[in-house]
């Protein structure tokens, strides 16, 4: 029988009644066998996230040596939870050990892995599941990778025999033997672990959307929405902000051809967004499959004459930036002429002042300019390496809007155009773009 992984993100567990529908949801198709599990989200607007209220608790217990006020709301949040769902479980003596461990491992991320267990030991109960702890089957490297190869065999291992079982995401044990976190968002890369570690046929991930949007819901009123996208086109578009899934949550899927589903628990007859192996895409016939951008990047621009002769100049550039411990996200360049483009948050005035002095030193630039305030725009879709004039339309689309383009980054395999424009211009070049490749 084929066997699904389903990762429920924080709204799908943010109260009792959620999470009834939640259990409809899994007891609707048998080969639901595995689920993970986020933190409770937000029940309604202006309340606060399980994962933010444990962060309070990390803030306090490194004042005061407790965490004993600020886990009052979590307890009441899971109190409620068990409550509404009418369990015959001792949360509260589950909740006081909680507590004891959060003051005992004074540890930020074991405080914040909190609401992932909490909701999997709850979850676990409802479904009359097997409760799997992450700490006991995800594991880290030494230098903050995931061990894939141990990770695999341990879940392998745990779910021998195993009909059903619910696993916290978020989390897993570093070589220290402590709790370790993945960045937030993390639980859509453990359910992309269990899912590989299981050979399942496919892992749904269900949020609160019906699936991906052609750009941005808060920029274009009623963008379409994708029916189908490839694991590239995928990484192209959460990379540059479409937040509907972690962009590193396909790795471990994509090595085993894995699809993804994403789908809404609070619309589950919608059909959602599939997520297939690039192999096996079949074209929509749209030239263009998705727009995403972000705000707020600051390019250094490198000019010199003859660089192109000049035998390790990107590499002493780089070594420069590297010495900060700062990524680059783009590197567009032309025969002369080179460009850095590095997210502003990772640049104060004196990191920024260290890195063109050492560029200064280190390879005597003819010019040196700094831009700020850049927002990077990406137009992503396989269509548009099979499309004649696909370039031309979208930056005649853009110049129509009146909208001055900084800088242009095409990578070999077309699968996507990333254009800089002022952080001003932002929101206008999303709706050009989307008008001309979609319609109004």
Same mark, same amino acid.
């Given at each position: 029988m084929s066997v699904k992984v389903c990762k429920f993100g924080g709204t799908s567990m943010?109260?009792?009644?959620?999470?009834?529908? #939640?259990? $409809?949801?899994?007891?609707?198709?048998?080969?639901?066998?595995?689920?993970v599990v986020s933190a409770p989200?937000?029940?309604?607007?202006?309340?606060? $996230?399980?994962?933010?209220?444990?962060?309070?608790?990390?803030?306090?217990?490194?004042?005061?040596?407790?965490?004993?006020? /600020?886990?009052?709301?979590?307890?009441?949040?899971?109190?409620?939870?068990?409550?509404?769902?009418?369990?015959?479980?001792?949360?509260?003596? #589950?909740?006081?050990?909680?507590?004891?461990?959060?003051? !005992?491992?004074?540890?930020?991320?074991?405080?914040?892995?909190?609401?992932?267990?909490?909701?999997?030991?709850? !979850?676990? &109960?409802?479904?009359?599941?097997?409760?799997?702890?992450?700490?006991?089957? !995800?594991?880290?490297? &030494?230098?903050?990778?995931?061990?894939?190869?141990?990770?695999?065999?341990?879940?392998?291992?745990?779910?021998?025999?195993?009909?059903?079982?619910?696993?916290?995401?978020?989390?897993?044990?570093?070589?220290?033997?402590?709790?370790?976190?993945?960045?937030?968002?993390?639980?859509?890369?453990?359910? *992309?672990?269990?899912?590989?570690?299981?050979?399942?046929?496919?892992?749904?991930?269900?949020?609160?959307?019906s699936g991906f949007l052609a750009c941005d819901p808060r920029i274009v009123d009623s963008p379409k929405n994708i029916k189908t996208l490839s694991y590239k086109e995928l990484r192209e578009l959460s990379y540059m902000g479409a937040n509907v899934l972690h962009s590193e949550s396909i790795f471990p899927v994509r090595k085993a051809n894995i699809p993804i589903k994403i789908k809404n628990t609070f619309r589950p007859e919608d059909d959602g967004t599939a997520i297939v192996p690039t192999s096996r895409y079949v074209p929509s016939g749209n030239t263009v499959t998705g727009i995403a951008g972000k705000k707020n990047f600051t390019v250094i621009y490198i000019e010199k004459s003859l660089m192109n002769a000049e035998i390790g100049f990107v590499r002493k550039v780089l070594s420069v930036i590297e010495k900060e411990n700062i990524p680059v996200e783009h590197i567009p360049s032309g025969i002369d002429t080179m460009s850095l483009v590095i997210s502003s948050e990772a640049l104060d005035d004196n990191t920024l002042s260290r890195i063109l002095e050492g560029i200064e030193? *280190?390879?005597?630039?003819?010019?040196?300019?700094?831009?700020?305030?850049?927002?990077? +725009?990406?137009? #992503?879709?396989?269509?548009?390496?099979?499309?004649?004039?696909? /370039?031309?339309?979208?930056?005649?689309?853009?110049? *129509?809007?009146?909208?001055?383009?900084?800088?242009?980054?095409?990578?070999?395999?077309?699968?996507?155009?990333? +254009?800089?424009v002022k952080n001003d211009d932002y929101e206008r070049c999303i709706k050009a773009i989307y008008k001309e490749f979609f319609g109004n």
């Amino acid at each position: 029988m084929s066997v699904k992984v389903c990762k429920f993100g924080g709204t799908s567990m943010a109260d009792g009644n959620v999470i009834a529908g #939640v259990k $409809k949801i899994i007891e609707s198709d048998k080969s639901r066998r595995y689920v993970v599990v986020s933190a409770p989200g937000k029940r309604y607007s202006g309340d606060t $996230k399980v994962t933010d209220l444990l962060y309070a608790c990390y803030n306090e217990l490194k004042k005061s040596g407790t965490c004993a006020t /600020s886990f009052k709301a979590v307890r009441a949040r899971f109190g409620d939870i068990v409550k509404q769902l009418n369990l015959n479980f001792d949360i509260d003596a #589950v909740l006081d050990e909680t507590q004891k461990r959060i003051d !005992v491992e004074n540890s930020e991320d074991f405080t914040a892995s909190r609401g992932e267990y909490l909701s999997a030991r709850v !979850v676990a &109960e409802y479904l009359g599941a097997k409760f799997v702890d992450a700490e006991d089957v !995800v594991y880290f490297n &030494e230098d903050g990778s995931f061990n894939g190869e141990k990770s695999y065999k341990a879940i392998e291992a745990a779910l021998t025999g195993v009909e059903k079982a619910v696993f916290p995401g978020f989390y897993g044990k570093g070589v220290d033997g402590k709790v370790k976190t993945f960045s937030r968002g993390g639980s859509d890369i453990s359910g *992309a672990i269990v899912a590989r570690a299981v050979n399942a046929s496919e892992y749904e991930n269900w949020t609160d959307v019906s699936g991906f949007l052609a750009c941005d819901p808060r920029i274009v009123d009623s963008p379409k929405n994708i029916k189908t996208l490839s694991y590239k086109e995928l990484r192209e578009l959460s990379y540059m902000g479409a937040n509907v899934l972690h962009s590193e949550s396909i790795f471990p899927v994509r090595k085993a051809n894995i699809p993804i589903k994403i789908k809404n628990t609070f619309r589950p007859e919608d059909d959602g967004t599939a997520i297939v192996p690039t192999s096996r895409y079949v074209p929509s016939g749209n030239t263009v499959t998705g727009i995403a951008g972000k705000k707020n990047f600051t390019v250094i621009y490198i000019e010199k004459s003859l660089m192109n002769a000049e035998i390790g100049f990107v590499r002493k550039v780089l070594s420069v930036i590297e010495k900060e411990n700062i990524p680059v996200e783009h590197i567009p360049s032309g025969i002369d002429t080179m460009s850095l483009v590095i997210s502003s948050e990772a640049l104060d005035d004196n990191t920024l002042s260290r890195i063109l002095e050492g560029i200064e030193y *280190a390879v005597e630039p003819d010019i040196i300019r700094v831009i700020e305030n850049i927002a990077l +725009v990406a137009t #992503v879709g396989h269509g548009m390496s099979s499309s004649v004039g696909t /370039s031309a339309r979208l930056f005649n689309a853009i110049a *129509a809007a009146d909208i001055n383009i900084k800088m242009i980054d095409q990578g070999s395999s077309e699968l996507n155009i990333v +254009v800089g424009v002022k952080n001003d211009d932002y929101e206008r070049c999303i709706k050009a773009i989307y008008k001309e490749f979609f319609g109004n």
